[in-house]
C-alpha cells in the first residue's frame, strides 16, 4: 500500500515564530496533495492544496512546498498564533483514495 | 448548508453486536468515503463511493460494509464488532476526486466507538 510518513510527530514554537511541517510521500504518481488541519475533537480542515506541476503555493500565513525529486512536502506557518495548536496532516491522492500521514502535532507556546 | 453530518457522535458495543454508523451530506458531492483513525495511524480508508450505486473498498475494508443508495447517504456497518474496531470514525465527501477535480474531503465531526 502506500505510505506517507511524517518526520517528527510533535513541534513546539512560540507564539509569533515561523512554523515548518514536513512529510514524505512514496508514490511518485500522486499528483495532488493536500494539508489538513485537525483540532481536539473535531474532523480534519482543509488548510491549503498544490498539484504536481506546481513547486510551491501559498494561501493566508500559509506556503506548501512540494520538492518531487525526493518525494517530499511541507507546510510553512507564518507568525504561528495560539490558535494553530492542532494536529497537521499531509494527503496524498493517488487517484480515487487519498493517503494521509501520521500527523504532527504543533504546540504554540504563548 | 449543514455539511457532513454523522451519527451518533459516541457508541458502545459488545464483541459481536453489529449497527450502522450514518452519514449524509447536503453539498450534493458525487463522492463519499469512510475513514477510521487510530492514534498514531493517521486516518486510513474503510471504503469510498464515486457515485450512487457505485462502492469499493479502501485500505481496511475488512469487517465493514457500505452502500450508497441516494447521493446523500452513505452509511457505515458493522455486523459483527470487534475490539480491533474501537476507533474514531470520519465520514467525508468531496465534489470530485483525481485529476481536475478540486479534491478537498469535507469531514464530518467523527463518531466515537468503542467494542467492549
Known amino acids: 500500500g502506500e505510505s506517507v510518513g511524517l518526520h517528527l510527530p510533535t513541534l513546539s514554537v512560540q507564539e509569533g515564530d515561523n512554523s515548518i511541517i514536513n512529510c514524505a510521500y512514496s508514490?511518485?504518481?500522486?499528483?495532488?496533495f493536500i494539508w489538513y488541519k485537525q483540532e481536539s475533537g473535531k474532523g480534519p480542515q482543509f488548510i491549503i492544496d498544490?498539484?504536481?506541476?506546481?513547486d510551491k503555493r501559498q494561501g493566508q500565513r500559509v506556503t506548501v512546498l512540494l520538492n518531487k525529486t525526493v518525494k517530499h512536502l511541507s507546510l510553512q506557518i507564518a507568525a504561528t498564533q495560539p490558535g494553530d495548536s492542532a494536529v497537521y496532516f499531509c494527503?496524498?491522492?493517488?487517484?480515487?483514495?487519498?493517503?494521509f500521514g501520521t500527523g504532527t502535532s504543533l504546540t504554540v507556546i504563548p | 448548508n449543514a455539511g457532513v453530518t454523522q451519527t451518533p457522535k459516541f457508541q458502545v458495543l459488545k464483541t459481536g453486536q453489529s449497527m450502522t454508523l450514518q452519514c449524509a451530506q447536503d453539498m450534493n458531492h458525487e463522492y463519499m468515503s469512510w475513514y477510521r483513525q487510530d492514534p498514531g495511524m493517521g486516518l486510513r480508508l474503510i471504503h469510498y463511493?464515486?457515485?450512487?450505486?457505485?462502492?469499493d473498498q479502501g485500505e481496511v475494508p475488512n469487517g465493514y460494509n457500505v452502500s450508497r443508495s441516494t447521493t446523500e447517504d452513505f452509511p457505515l456497518r458493522l455486523l459483527s464488532a470487534a475490539p480491533s474496531q474501537t476507533s474514531v470514525y470520519f465520514c467525508?465527501?468531496?465534489?470530485?476526486?483525481?485529476?481536475?477535480?478540486?479534491?478537498?474531503?469535507?469531514f464530518g465531526e467523527g463518531s466515537r466507538l468503542t467494542v467492549l
Open positions: 467525508a465527501s468531496s465534489y470530485s476526486m483525481g485529476l481536475g477535480g478540486t479534491g478537498e474531503l469535507f
Open positions: 494527503a496524498e491522492d493517488t487517484g480515487n483514495q487519498f493517503y
Open positions: 508514490n511518485s504518481a500522486s499528483d495532488y
Open positions: 463511493s464515486v457515485g450512487a450505486g457505485i462502492t
Open positions: 498544490i498539484r504536481s506541476n506546481m
